[in-house]
């Protein structure tokens, strides 16, 4: 009983002291008073492994999508130059640390340099051959390598995306 008294004075004087003074009337005076804003929520801290899942995933995205230009312009006749190859990070590199939050995620992405891996060497080789052209078994080799890379870099995006996975 005592501690609704307490609330109740407290109230009356906050409310008292919002009215303030004034030299003109009966001492009431409308103020403006700011529109509560509710502050935005600072985004959650990163954790430096998913710092450095998300730089590989980048790195490893942009490798996929050179490669398989190489590759896609070879399947559809046009000539490609060699020279310079895709980065694409060591397999052995890419770890959740022991964080099973990013375990899945981690695995996504070591498949996905595997097989981009895969298609960057066939193209290495293909360079470094006398042949003309790859073989058309080779072509679609190193297509299917790069599509499957795609296809896991897709995968590891879903597992970030709140809304169709579990976000790490």
Known sequence: MQRWRVMIVIGLVGLLAACGSS???DGL?????????PTPTA???ASP?????????ETLSA?????LAVWESLANGETVQCGDYPAVPDPASISAAGETHYEAQAALLRRAAIDTGQAVSLWQAECSSARSAPAPET????????????DALSEAVQLDDPGTGPAP
Not at 29 to 37: D, E, G, L, S, V
Not at 63 to 67: F, K, N
Not at 139 to 150: D, N, P, Q, W
Request: no cysteine.
């Open 23 to 25: 030299s003109e009337g």
């Open 29 to 37: 005076r409308a103020t403006n008073t700011p529109a509560i804003t």
């Open 43 to 45: 985004p959650p801290t």
């Open 49 to 57: 492994i998913g710092l450095r899942l998300q730089a590989q995933y």
């Open 63 to 67: 490798a996929q999508e050179s490669i």
């Open 139 to 150: 072509i679609r080799e190193a297509r299917l390598a790069a599509s499957s890379a795609g």
